[in-house]
């Protein structure tokens, strides 16, 4: 009942929009918006004041001059710190990486060792 009632209510909001999309093309029909648009005076020309402006002006302009030189030597500086700086980190994370496994090792083992010190024991009990 209620999918029943949800197509009507669907076809109906459909066949609204429809008929109102017709009435609304109808209405307006025969207005022509282009008409409207060309007795606005809502819009200016300012293309005869750019050319005026760069006429008028001595166009004197202060360019900065480029070093290539200079600019690879600053590349090549922090390229070889940024180097040091990562060589450095990477062997701390080395260093404490080995310090880890170690540690993990040594408990592994010590964990393997009671767990067969454990089984040896239960083994002589039960018999």
Do not use: H, P
């Not at 994370?93 to 239960?122: G, L, M, P, Q, R």
């Amino acid at each position: 009942m209620a999918k029943k009632f949800s197509k009507f209510l669907m076809f109906t909001a459909l066949a609204g929009a429809a008929a109102a999309g017709a009435y609304y093309y109808l209405q307006n029909k025969n207005s022509s918006y282009a008409d409207d648009m060309d007795d606005d005076d809502d819009f200016d020309d300012f293309s005869d004041d750019l050319d005026d402006d760069t006429e008028g002006k001595d166009s004197t302009r202060n360019y900065v001059a480029l070093n290539l030189e200079k600019a690879e030597e600053t590349v090549k500086e922090a390229a070889e710190e940024a180097t040091e700086a990562v060589g450095g980190a990477v062997a701390e994370a080395a260093e404490a990486a080995k310090e880890a496994a170690k540690d993990i090792a040594e408990t592994t083992e010590a964990k393997v060792e009671e767990f067969f010190d454990d089984s040896e024991d239960n083994s002589t009990d039960s018999n």
